[in-house]
């Protein structure tokens, strides 16, 4: 219903009284999305990751939003050149089982500095009781065959 409005308010009344009314609704979840899209428009986007970490913090226990509100987030500091943000965040994911953030977050190290975080990152998850699909694949994106085997004995055994 809400969305409905808005639609209306948007064709009769113009956009400053839709971007207000938006914000009226910010805990709806298709608001937030709203407000994060016209931030991204107007280049705000110090503003999309204030949104984002309010609408984490609102929908903690929807995954799913949260997900969305990171990857709006990471790509807000990706605009802002906040690079250890950045990496902070993709870290973060990827210890999810976001395996699209291990290819973002080798971008924004050297090469040099790349091997110690990899090294990082694989501690961490060879620690954890149960690895997500995207260990598996860093291990095999890195040729690291031996620590593969492992991986492969420790789960059939």
């Known amino acids: 219903m809400k969305l409905l409005q808005l639609d209306i308010i948007e064709k009769c009344e113009g956009l400053e009284a839709a971007k207000k009314f938006i914000y009226e609704?910010?805990?709806?979840?298709?608001?937030?999305?709203?407000?994060?899209?016209?931030?991204?428009?107007?280049?705000?986007y110090k503003k999309v990751v204030q949104l984002c970490i309010?609408?984490?913090a609102v929908d903690k226990d929807y995954r799913g939003l949260v997900k969305d509100w990171k990857e709006y987030r990471y790509?807000?500091?990706?605009?802002l050149g906040e690079v250890e943000?950045?990496?902070?965040?993709?870290k973060e994911l990827l210890f999810k089982g976001e395996f699209i953030y291990y290819q973002e977050l080798k971008k924004?190290?050297?090469?040099?500095?790349?091997?110690?975080?990899?090294?990082?990152?694989?501690?961490?998850?060879?620690?954890?009781?149960?690895?997500?699909?995207?260990?598996?694949?860093?291990l095999i994106q890195e040729n690291l065959?031996?620590?593969?085997?492992?991986?492969?004995?420790r789960i059939i055994f």
């Open 75 to 79: 790509k807000a500091y990706e605009m």
């Open 108 to 138: 924004l190290y050297s090469s040099g500095e790349w091997e110690t975080v990899l090294k990082e990152i694989l501690i961490e998850f060879g620690g954890q009781k149960y690895q997500p699909s995207a260990y598996v694949s860093i």
């Open 25 to 44: 609704n910010i805990n709806i979840s298709e608001f937030r999305k709203k407000a994060i899209a016209l931030e991204f428009q107007l280049e705000e």
């Open 145 to 153: 065959t031996a620590e593969l085997l492992r991986y492969f004995v």
């Open 85 to 90: 943000e950045q990496r902070q965040l993709a």
């Open 54 to 56: 309010e609408g984490e």
